[in-house]
């Protein structure tokens, strides 16, 4: 297991953070997001699928629960899921759903209150939690698999100083 923390001074760096996940993506990779409202999910996930290629609109799926993209992934063009599990109650919604049937191989899948579908959902290849800490955020970083911890072995970022 690895694991980084980092001090994110402001939104520019969870943009920043986002942007040196996409470039250590790889297919099938799952990333549970946690941590209170407004403390950088979507925003890190919104910028992760920018600079992964996406051109388009990057939607909050807070009330879709579930908004598809697809991106290029080392010359290979593959399916990210981006989950928003906050309106469900019980796990058993998430399996009712059909979302499971989403996770495999290919599909990148990010999900924000991942802890509200826990025993649902497949194992996290990252855990990524967000704290409010003063004007910023402080951000931990847990690979939970050799997916994970070869992303993370490869990640490249440096918050601004």
Not at 51 to 57: L, M, Q, V, Y
Request: aromatic letters at 10%; glycine letters at 8%; charged letters at 25%.
């Amino acid at each position: 297991m690895q694991q980084l923390t980092f001090y994110l001074n402001d939104e520019s760096d969870t943009c920043e953070l986002g942007k040196s996940l996409a470039r250590v993506l790889e297919s099938g990779l799952k990333i549970y997001l946690h941590g209170d409202l407004g403390s950088g999910k979507t925003t890190l996930t919104r910028a992760l699928l920018k600079e992964a290629g996406h051109t388009g609109k990057v939607k909050s799926p807070t009330y879709t629960l579930v908004e598809p993209y697809v991106i290029e992934l080392n010359g290979h063009t593959v399916d990210l899921l981006h989950f928003d599990l906050y309106r469900m109650s019980c796990p058993e919604e998430f399996l009712e759903a059909g979302f499971r049937d989403h996770f495999n191989e290919e599909t990148v899948c990010f999900i924000e209150w991942a802890e509200k579908a826990e025993s649902a959902l497949p194992a996290a290849d990252i855990d990524v939690s967000f704290e409010i800490s003063g004007d910023g955020r402080t951000v931990e970083l847990r690979s939970l698999s050799e997916k994970g911890f070869r992303c993370l072995e490869n990640l490249r970022f440096v918050p601004h100083q």
